[in-house]
C-alpha cells in the first residue's frame, strides 16, 4: 500500500530565511508526487508535481521541490520565505500501478516570521 | 479559484438527519473525486467518479453514497448522521481517470454534526 510521511507537524522559520517542508513516500510503483498547500478556511491549492523527467521541480509561488528516488523523499522548498508562505502544506502521492486516488500526508503547518 | 465549485460551504444539522453535498467540476474535467478532512484521520479519499461511473473507492461509509450526472457535476449523499462525520469534505477534479495530472480541489462543504 502506498503511503506518506510529513515527519514534522510544524515548521517555523523567519522571514527571507530559506523554506524546507519534508515529504517521504512509499509506493510500489513508480511514483506521481503532489504538493498542495491550504490557507485557513480554503481548498487545496495545487503547487507543483513531479511525474518523470528532471528531478528538481519548479512550481508556483517561487516553490520547488526536488524528487529522490534513493532515498525516496520529495522535499518542498523555497530559498526565501514569506509571512504570506504561512499555511497548511500537504505531500501527495499517486501510485504509478493504482492510479486513481492520491494519498496524503500528515501535514506541515509552515509558521513564517517577520 | 481552482474552477471546481462546492455548495454549501457550511452545513450543521442533527444527528440521524440526511444531507447532499453538490460539487461542479472544472470546465472539461471528467473525473470528480471526494475527499474527507478531519483533524484525526487527515485527508481520507472517499470515491472517485469518472464520466458518470464509478472508478474507484476508499474509506467511504455504507451511510455515505455519491454519484455523477449527465453535465458531470456530483453529490455526496451523507445519511443517519453521527457526530464523528463532522469535518471538511472535499471535491476535486481532473481531466482524466487515472491522475496523470494534478487534481483541482473545491474550497469544501464544512460539516457539523450536532
Known amino acids: 500500500a502506498q503511503s506518506v510521511a510529513q515527519p514534522e507537524d510544524q515548521v517555523n522559520v523567519a522571514e527571507g530565511n530559506p523554506l524546507t517542508v519534508k515529504c517521504t513516500y512509499s509506493v510500489s510503483g513508480n511514483p506521481y508526487l503532489f504538493w498542495y498547500v491550504q490557507y485557513p478556511n480554503r481548498g487545496l491549492q495545487f503547487l507543483l508535481k513531479y511525474i518523470t523527467g528532471d528531478n528538481l521541480v519548479k512550481g508556483s509561488y517561487g516553490f520547488e521541490a526536488e524528487f529522490n528516488k534513493s532515498q525516496t523523499s520529495f522535499h518542498l522548498k523555497k530559498p526565501s520565505a514569506l509571512v504570506s508562505d504561512s499555511a497548511l502544506y500537504f505531500c501527495?502521492?499517486?501510485?504509478?500501478?493504482?492510479?486513481?486516488?492520491?494519498?496524503f500526508g500528515g501535514g506541515t503547518r509552515v509558521l513564517v516570521k517577520p | 479559484d481552482s474552477g471546481v465549485t462546492q455548495t454549501p460551504k457550511h452545513l450543521i444539522t442533527a444527528t440521524g438527519q440526511r444531507v447532499t453535498l453538490r460539487c461542479s467540476p472544472r470546465s472539461g474535467d471528467l473525473s470528480v473525486y471526494w475527499y474527507q478532512q478531519s483533524l484525526d484521520q487527515g485527508l481520507q479519499f472517499l470515491i472517485q467518479?469518472?464520466?458518470?461511473?464509478?472508478?474507484a473507492k476508499g474509506n467511504i461509509l455504507e451511510r455515505f453514497s455519491a454519484q455523477q450526472f449527465p453535465d458531470l457535476h456530483s453529490e455526496l449523499n451523507l445519511s443517519s448522521l453521527e457526530l464523528g462525520d463532522s469535518a471538511l469534505y472535499f471535491c476535486?477534479?481532473?481531466?482524466?481517470?487515472?491522475?496523470?495530472?494534478?487534481?483541482?480541489f473545491g474550497q469544501g462543504t464544512r460539516l457539523t454534526v450536532v
Open positions: 501527495a502521492v499517486r501510485d504509478g500501478a493504482a492510479g486513481n486516488k492520491l494519498t
Open positions: 467518479y469518472y464520466n458518470g461511473e464509478e472508478r
Open positions: 476535486a477534479s481532473s481531466v482524466g481517470p487515472n491522475l496523470n495530472t494534478e487534481a483541482f
